[in-house]
């Protein structure tokens, strides 16, 4: 079985964002920048299936600036066996995101693509999503557990309310919620190792796609702050301020 | 112009969220028609069509589809999606799951998770975690829209839209609904409670959560959780409140044991009223809150209860 894990390079997501002045965006210079938390764990479930003997090859594919190329190597570090870096500068959204992976599981033919479930920088939460539906492919999103049966994966998913488990049959899409795993770290050996692992380079052209964003941003801006209020010195002046100034009791 | 809701419901009853979608469809001016998609679900469609500004309700029945399957979702919205200017759902885990296939197989870019509808082709959402909120202008032909329940007012009821049964695609070969875990409470449904109480990792254990519950009991509150709680293993995952678990909006939130990291604050920020109780003044939570109290947790809250009781709870 292979496996095609898709990352993302994202704003790390201990930085506290700002946004610009101008209100085009939000400050990205100088900015420490990380593989996106949940495309990590998407890449540490591939690693346990290929452990556990379920899988014998992971992908692992980045579209994205030069800097992407890093974001692989980790990847590749952590014990993806080889990439793909699709190099833009151009911010590329979801749906081209999406067009472009169509293409590349066409070439590659995985059996299971494992992504995030959202990049924490645009909080879409819509790849895995629209790339099973130009697949024509079943999904597990917001994945607390894959367990791999035949033919057929099943999937326990994070919903309101509680937990749901789908059975869907491969090829699928798998997108993963935070407590799937925890990702491992990678040891110096492995690194070293990674730097050795082949990376395909590719364009957007190399697969026809389309990037031109169908969102035009108008706007970027700080929400509204909230302000901080009192400290009270007891529970009964608290519930006495709850009742008659704040009016919620 | 008409704009097509995709009603949030448990096929018994109308979840409120999809009062807070049609507020957020009225803004786009034109009909407004909701699809019930479920099984057994002809109670919610009724209540649909009581809805304030619903000019029609279209209710479609199948075994994936009381199941919230994805598959099925997608290929009975594409079924109707031919006459809408705009699809809007709530940004629940069943919109989010769904919602996006829809707009890739018409070829159109998501908006998701929106906060506001400036126009009929601009809107106003939240990136990274709430710390920016971008307004942008699709150039889609059809509008696919999440949205955030919490920024819209619920439209109440008043019309007498008519119910249309529509037929059901057939089954995906491919997926099927294997089991489900609710959890099972008498208490309010967090995203809907009109109060809050949420403990943190200052809680030490899941035990101790029964002090948030008597209080919860005597308020008719929802009982929450911060990351760290849920990650220690408190509580279930569904009690998270936060940017990875559920964006909450009550009138009033007490955040107990709860620092306040960034994560926590992005899902209950927008509520009314906001109590921190936590020992350590420098915690963060104290900047948000309108009542701080700097109290040891163990000693405050039972008196907190007490205090309540004596207030008439």
Same mark, same amino acid.
């Given at each position: 079985?292979?496996?095609?894990?898709?990352?993302?390079?994202?704003? %790390?997501?201990?930085?506290?964002?700002?946004?610009?002045?101008?209100?085009?965006?939000?400050?990205?210079?100088?900015?420490?920048?990380?593989?996106?938390?949940?495309?990590?764990?998407?890449?540490?479930?591939?690693?346990?299936?290929?452990?556990?003997?379920?899988?014998?090859?992971?992908?692992?594919?980045?579209?994205?600036?030069?800097?992407?190329?890093?974001?692989?190597?980790?990847?590749?570090?952590?014990?993806?066996?080889?990439?793909?870096?699709?190099?833009? %500068?151009?911010?590329?959204?979801?749906?081209?995101?999406?067009?472009?992976?169509?293409?590349?599981?066409?070439?590659?033919?995985?059996?299971?693509?494992?992504?995030?479930?959202?990049?924490? %920088?645009?909080?879409?939460?819509?790849?895995?999503?629209?790339?099973?539906?130009?697949?024509?492919?079943?999904?597990?999103?917001?994945?607390?557990?894959?367990?791999?049966?035949?033919?057929?994966?099943?999937?326990?998913?994070?919903?309101?309310?509680?937990?749901?488990?789908?059975?869907?049959?491969?090829?699928?899409?798998?997108?993963?919620?935070?407590?799937?795993?925890?990702?491992?770290?990678?040891?110096?050996?492995?690194?070293?190792?990674?730097?050795?692992?082949?990376?395909?380079?590719?364009?957007?052209?190399?697969?026809?796609?389309?990037?031109?964003?169908?969102?035009?941003?108008?706007?970027?801006?700080?929400?509204?702050?909230?302000?901080?209020?009192?400290?009270?010195?007891?529970?009964?002046?608290?519930?006495?301020?709850?009742?008659?100034?704040?009016?919620?009791? | 112009?008409?704009?097509?809701?995709?009603?949030?419901?448990?096929?018994?009853?109308?979840?409120?969220?999809?009062?807070?979608?049609?507020?957020?469809?009225?803004?786009?001016?034109?009909?407004?028609?909701?699809?019930?998609?479920?099984?057994?679900?002809?109670?919610?469609?009724?209540?649909?069509?009581?809805?304030?500004?619903?000019?029609?309700?279209?209710?479609?029945?199948?075994?994936?589809?009381?199941?919230?399957?994805?598959?099925?979702?997608?290929?009975?919205?594409?079924?109707?999606?031919?006459?809408?200017?705009?699809?809007?759902?709530?940004?629940?885990?069943?919109?989010?799951?769904?919602?996006?296939?829809?707009?890739?197989?018409?070829?159109?870019?998501?908006?998701?998770?929106?906060?506001?509808?400036?126009?009929?082709?601009?809107?106003?959402?939240?990136?990274?975690?709430?710390?920016?909120?971008?307004?942008?202008?699709?150039?889609?032909?059809?509008?696919?829209?999440?949205?955030?329940?919490?920024?819209?007012?619920?439209?109440?009821?008043?019309?007498?839209?008519?119910?249309?049964?529509?037929?059901?695609?057939?089954?995906?070969?491919?997926?099927?609904?294997?089991?489900?875990?609710?959890?099972?409470?008498?208490?309010?449904?967090?995203?809907?409670?009109?109060?809050?109480?949420?403990?943190?990792?200052?809680?030490?254990?899941?035990?101790?959560?029964?002090?948030?519950?008597?209080?919860?009991?005597?308020?008719?509150?929802?009982?929450?959780?911060?990351?760290?709680?849920?990650?220690?293993?408190?509580?279930?995952?569904?009690?998270?409140?936060?940017?990875?678990?559920?964006?909450?909006?009550?009138?009033?939130?007490?955040?107990?044991?709860?620092?306040?990291?960034?994560?926590?604050?992005?899902?209950?920020?927008?509520?009314?009223?906001?109590?921190?109780?936590?020992?350590?003044?420098?915690?963060?939570?104290?900047?948000?809150?309108?009542?701080?109290?700097?109290?040891?947790?163990?000693?405050?809250?039972?008196?907190?209860?007490?205090?309540?009781?004596?207030?008439?709870?």
């Amino acid at each position: 079985m292979k496996i095609l894990v898709p990352v993302k390079r994202v704003v %790390d997501y201990n930085v506290k964002v700002r946004v610009k002045p101008d209100q085009t965006g939000v400050d990205l210079a100088n900015v420490k920048m990380s593989m996106n938390p949940f495309c990590e764990i998407a890449v540490e479930e591939a690693i346990r299936m290929k452990e556990k003997g379920l899988a014998e090859e992971i992908v692992v594919i980045s579209i994205g600036p030069a800097g992407a190329q890093e974001t692989i190597r980790t990847a590749l570090a952590m014990g993806a066996d080889r990439g793909i870096h699709v190099t833009t %500068d151009a911010a590329v959204e979801p749906l081209a995101v999406a067009k472009i992976l169509e293409k590349v599981v066409g070439e590659e033919k995985p059996d299971i693509v494992l992504l995030g479930k959202q990049a924490i %920088d645009d909080d879409t939460n819509a790849t895995g999503q629209m790339l099973a539906a130009l697949l024509g492919w079943p999904q597990g999103t917001f994945a607390s557990k894959v367990e791999k049966a035949d033919g057929s994966l099943k999937v326990t998913r994070e919903v309101d309310g509680g937990l749901q488990t789908v059975a869907i049959a491969l090829p699928a899409i798998v997108t993963t919620d935070l407590r799937l795993n925890e990702p491992r770290y990678a040891s110096l050996p492995n690194i070293m190792k990674a730097k050795r692992k082949p990376i395909d380079a590719k364009t957007p052209e190399d697969y026809g796609v389309d990037l031109s964003p169908r969102l035009e941003v108008l706007k970027v801006a700080e929400p509204p702050k909230r302000q901080g209020g009192v400290k009270v010195e007891s529970v009964s002046e608290l519930v006495s301020k709850l009742k008659n100034e704040a009016g919620v009791l | 112009m008409s704009v097509l809701v995709i009603a949030e419901h448990d096929n018994k009853t109308l979840n409120e969220a999809t009062r807070a979608a049609v507020t957020a469809a009225k803004k786009f001016g034109g009909d407004i028609h909701i699809l019930v998609a479920g099984q057994d679900a002809r109670a919610v469609a009724d209540a649909a069509a009581k809805l304030d500004n619903v000019s029609k309700v279209m209710l479609a029945e199948s075994e994936p589809l009381g199941h919230k399957m994805a598959e099925a979702l997608e290929s009975l919205v594409l079924s109707v999606a031919g006459s809408y200017d705009a699809i809007l759902a709530p940004a629940s885990t069943v919109g989010k799951n769904f919602m996006p296939r829809v707009a890739a197989k018409l070829d159109v870019m998501i908006i998701s998770d929106i906060t506001a509808v400036e126009s009929a082709d601009t809107f106003v959402r939240p990136i990274y975690a709430g710390n920016a909120m971008m307004t942008v202008k699709s150039s889609d032909k059809v509008k696919v829209i999440t949205v955030r329940p919490t920024t819209f007012e619920k439209a109440g009821d008043g019309g007498s839209a008519n119910v249309e049964t529509i037929s059901a695609p057939d089954a995906v070969a491919t997926s099927s609904f294997v089991s489900e875990e609710l959890s099972k409470s008498d208490r309010p449904e967090l995203g809907a409670a009109k109060i809050v109480i949420s403990g943190g990792r200052g809680m030490g254990n899941g035990e101790n959560f029964s002090m948030l519950e008597k209080i919860a009991d005597k308020l008719g509150a929802a009982v929450g959780a911060s990351r760290a709680a849920v990650d220690a293993g408190f509580v279930p995952n569904d009690y998270q409140v936060g940017q990875t678990g559920k964006v909450v909006a009550p009138e009033l939130y007490i955040a107990v044991g709860i620092s306040g990291a960034i994560q926590h604050l992005a899902g209950m920020k927008d509520s009314k009223v906001i109590v921190a109780i936590n020992k350590d003044e420098e915690a963060p939570i104290f900047s948000v809150a309108d009542y701080g109290l700097v109290a040891d947790l163990f000693k405050a809250v039972p008196e907190l209860e007490e205090e309540l009781g004596k207030a008439g709870y």
